[in-house]
């Protein structure tokens, strides 16, 4: 367990700025997502943490330690890469019992921790297997125990599962979160999945060009996105464009007061604070189509302005292409210039999140 302290840390590669001041705190035994799209500076962040990768400005401490000049292996750090690069010629003991050798650590000892790292990634017959014979899911696994055998303060993880299929890929995550807290072990974990992000994180750190948008709680990122930017990347979420004069939206389906300074606006809804109902004749929008999902359907409304707005509802109200409905949102934010400007939410928002679990 250990604290980790970026500083004002950045990065260039020639003129291009990989990531530019970025500043963290994460607390002992913390899971943390670095959360982002492609290129946006999540791998070269941990992997200056990591110490492959020498920072431009900024520093790096551990337990209060400056880090920021010392070599990987000088770091108490653990890094798993997205291409795992077990060595084919060894056998799976011989793969985790690598850096321990190097150690030079009594041969007991060895044994001893080999088969404990084996136990906790779900291995523990697997010593003797060649690494080309294991399976993609298997060989992360073995990566993952090679790492935590050498007992790291701090385990960084790049998109360990990235080549994995959608159903191994969640089952893996679930084990390194079960590991992670059995071992109190303080994680970074790289990824530009949004889901898995939700799923693992303590806290996460949405990045964008190199600097952080927003560091909070998941259901923070969820439920309070501080920029546009935020608000479209985690979850599904309407964005509707309209101008506001005189603290009203002059949008014809969500004419509502916005009170903030005139000019043109995006207010960001998401599906599940959205309510339908039947119109009274022409509606504010028609119904495109329907989709149950079991637990609730979920409505595609075309608006006036060709909008298209997702619409969250129980799974026992129908809905049917061609209806003309009204909309009603119970909570909204409103941005201008990706910067939040206003928020509204009122109490059947709150039910509505009770009644989709998103309290
Ligand atoms: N060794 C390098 N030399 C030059 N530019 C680099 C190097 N490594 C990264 N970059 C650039 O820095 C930026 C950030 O890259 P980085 O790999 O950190 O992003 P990322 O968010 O991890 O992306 P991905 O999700 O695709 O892995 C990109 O524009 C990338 O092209």
Known sequence: MARLTIKGISKSFGSSHAVRDVSLDVEDGELVCLLGPSGSGKSTLLRMIGGFEAPTAGSILIDAKDVTSLPPEKRPTGMVFQSHALWTHM?????????????????????????QALALVGLADYGKRMTT??????????????????EPKILLLDEPFAS???????????????????????TLFVTHGQD???????????????????????????REPE????????????FIRTTVKAGLSEHAAFALPVPVADGDVVLAVRPEALSIATAKGAG?????????FGTHKVVDV??????????????????????????????????RDNRLVHEFATTQSRQNDRVFGHA
């Open 91 to 115: 056998d799976v003991f011989n793969n985790i019992a690598f850096g321990l050798k190097l150690r030079r650590l009594p041969k007991a000892e060895i044994r001893e921790r080999v088969e």
């Open 196 to 222: 898995e992000a939700l799923a693992l994180a303590d806290r996460i750190v949405v990045m964008r060009d190199g600097s952080t948008e927003q560091i909070g709680p998941p259901d923070r990122i969820y």
């Open 164 to 186: 994995l299929d959608q159903h191994l890929r969640e089952r893996l995550r679930e084990e390194v979160r079960d590991i992670q807290q059995r071992l109190g072990i303080t």
């Open 227 to 238: 920029t546009e930017f935020v608000a479209g990347f985690i979850g599904s979420m309407n």
């Open 133 to 150: 014979q294991l399976s993609g899911g298997q060989q992360q696994r073995v990566a993952l125990a090679r790492s935590l055998v050498l």
């Open 284 to 292: 504010a929008g028609v119904v495109h189509r329907s989709i149950d």
């Open 302 to 335: 075309d608006l006036a302005d060709a909008t298209r707005v997702k619409v969250m509802t129980s799974s026992d109200s129908n809905w049917t292409k061609s209806m003309q409905v009204d909309l009603t949102a119970t909570a909204f934010r409103v941005f």
